[in-house]
């Protein structure tokens, strides 16, 4: 509702013999009321859009390849399709409940207002440091490519099956444990692989695959599409081949 449109309101209401001064005292603290409700809501908005995203993120990257659909860019797809049909209006419909209930609570106050509106403020930017922390922080190789042993079919090495009995799962996780890597930003990854030495895995574990390019100082995760640089390489990649024979 507009200001105008609040003025002709109180107009009409039965007290019509309330000052000037009263009825704009009563008008400024309606708009106050309704401004400081619309800034919680953007702020609630935008803090639960940023962990709402960052959640299905991690459904995303964690639960994509056993999507029984191929070719891969199908889930992609999906995947954004959900994010604006479900994330978004779930974010703004939490958003606009919890702002309203904050303002019942008396969160509308000026000064419980400032601090939680600092408060708000604060939380993205330190969550997103998290994010960002978390996601380039060092990690061990089988980390990143994470499989259960006792759930593994059995193992594509350069398009060769090989079974579990030949690649026992603990003797490759325990190659993959001595590795230490970093996620690398797209731009630093140089796709001519043609001089390095390496070997492709895939690792079908209750039927879908896990599958990675290892090369001796990098690697590609294939399931999320994540470059990692090796920190204490270079990878043996010939033991797979003399653990093979």
């Given at each position: 509702?507009?200001?105008?449109k609040?003025?002709?309101?109180?107009?009409?209401?039965?007290q019509?013999?309330?000052?000037?001064?009263?009825?704009?005292?009563?008008?400024?603290?309606?708009?106050?009321?309704?401004?400081?409700?619309?800034?919680?809501?953007?702020?609630?908005?935008?803090?639960?859009?940023?962990?709402?995203?960052?959640?299905?993120?991690?459904?995303?990257?964690?639960?994509?390849h056993?999507?029984?659909?191929?070719?891969?860019?199908?889930?992609?797809?999906?995947?954004?399709?959900?994010?604006?049909?479900?994330?978004?209006?779930?974010?703004?419909f939490?958003s606009?409940?919890l702002?309203?209930y904050s303002?019942?609570?008396?969160?509308?106050?000026?000064?419980?207002?400032?601090?939680?509106?600092?408060?708000?403020?604060?939380?993205?930017?330190?969550?997103?440091?998290?994010?960002?922390?978390?996601?380039?922080?060092?990690?061990?190789?089988?980390?990143?490519?994470?499989f259960?042993?006792?759930?593994v079919?059995?193992?594509?090495?350069?398009d060769?099956?090989?079974?579990?009995?030949?690649?026992?799962?603990?003797v490759?996780?325990?190659?993959?444990?001595?590795?230490?890597v970093?996620?690398?930003?797209?731009?630093?990854?140089?796709s001519?692989?043609?001089?390095?030495?390496?070997?492709?895995?895939?690792?079908y574990?209750?039927?879908?695959?896990?599958?990675a390019?290892i090369?001796e100082?990098?690697?590609?995760?294939?399931?999320?599409?994540?470059?990692?640089t090796?920190?204490?390489?270079?990878?043996?990649?010939?033991?797979v081949?003399?653990?093979?024979?």
């Amino acid at each position: 509702m507009s200001k105008d449109k609040l003025e002709k309101m109180l107009e009409t209401m039965p007290q019509t013999n309330l000052a000037p001064e009263k009825k704009k005292e009563m008008l400024d603290s309606i708009m106050q009321h309704r401004e400081k409700s619309k800034g919680l809501y953007v702020i609630f908005f935008i803090l639960l859009l940023m962990v709402n995203s960052y959640l299905y993120y991690l459904l995303y990257r964690n639960l994509a390849h056993f999507a029984p659909w191929h070719p891969h860019y199908i889930v992609d797809i999906i995947y954004v399709l959900l994010f604006f049909i479900i994330v978004i209006p779930v974010s703004a419909f939490l958003s606009e409940k919890l702002a309203i209930y904050s303002v019942k609570k008396g969160l509308g106050k000026d000064r419980y207002f400032k601090i939680f509106t600092t408060v708000m403020i604060m939380v993205p930017i330190l969550l997103f440091a998290f994010m960002v922390f978390h996601d380039y922080k060092e990690k061990d190789l089988d980390d990143v490519i994470r499989f259960n042993t006792a759930e593994v079919d059995y193992y594509m090495i350069n398009d060769e099956k090989v079974t579990g009995e030949t690649l026992h799962g603990k003797v490759l996780k325990d190659f993959l444990s001595q590795y230490r890597v970093k996620k690398m930003k797209d731009r630093e990854w140089d796709s001519d692989v043609s001089k390095e030495k390496g070997f492709r895995i895939t690792i079908y574990s209750n039927g879908k695959p896990i599958s990675a390019n290892i090369y001796e100082n990098r690697l590609q995760f294939k399931n999320s599409g994540e470059y990692y640089t090796v920190l204490n390489g270079p990878i043996d990649v010939e033991w797979v081949e003399e653990y093979l024979e």
